[in-house]
Nanobody, 127 residues
Framework: QVQLVESGGGLVQAGGSLRLSCAAS????????MAWFRQAPGKEREFVHA????????YYKDSAAGRFTISRDSAKRMVYLQMNSLKPEDTAVYYC????????????????????WGQGTQVTVSS
């Protein structure tokens, strides 16, 4: 059973930075995609960035491409989201998610394509 545990959220002023971490366990992650989604109050869960565990290819949300960076450390089984120049509109619960690509055609960007989710970590950006 895959387990994902996020950490690193908190309160930060606009313009500040945070690094979110996701610890992955439970199996090997060959052919998996790992992603970060976020959900603000009253809004749908939205894609942020994703990364292929196999080759490190990244998939970006256009509006955050210049400010957020996703990375992984395969040896430590960790996925990170570095967030810079944070804005109040980035305030949300951030979720780590994982899904296998075996036998599937994925957009990578849809929440319903992901089989495993962490519990989420709150990010609050004050103006």
């Amino acid at each position: 059973q895959v387990q994902l545990v996020e950490s690193g959220g908190g309160l930060v002023q606009a313009g500040g930075s945070l690094r979110l971490s996701c610890a992955a366990s439970g199996r090997t992650f060959s052919n998996y995609y790992m992603a970060w989604f976020r959900q603000a109050p009253g809004k749908e869960r939205e894609f942020v960035h994703a990364i292929s565990w196999t080759d490190g290819r990244v998939y970006y949300k256009d509006s955050a491409a210049g400010r957020f960076t996703i990375s992984r450390d395969s040896a430590k089984r960790m996925v990170y989201l570095q967030m810079n120049s944070l804005k109040p509109e980035d305030t949300a619960v951030y979720y780590c998610a994982a899904t296998s690509s075996e036998g599937r055609v994925l957009t990578i960007r849809r929440p319903d394509e992901y089989d495993y989710w962490g519990q989420g970590t709150q990010v609050t950006v004050s103006s």
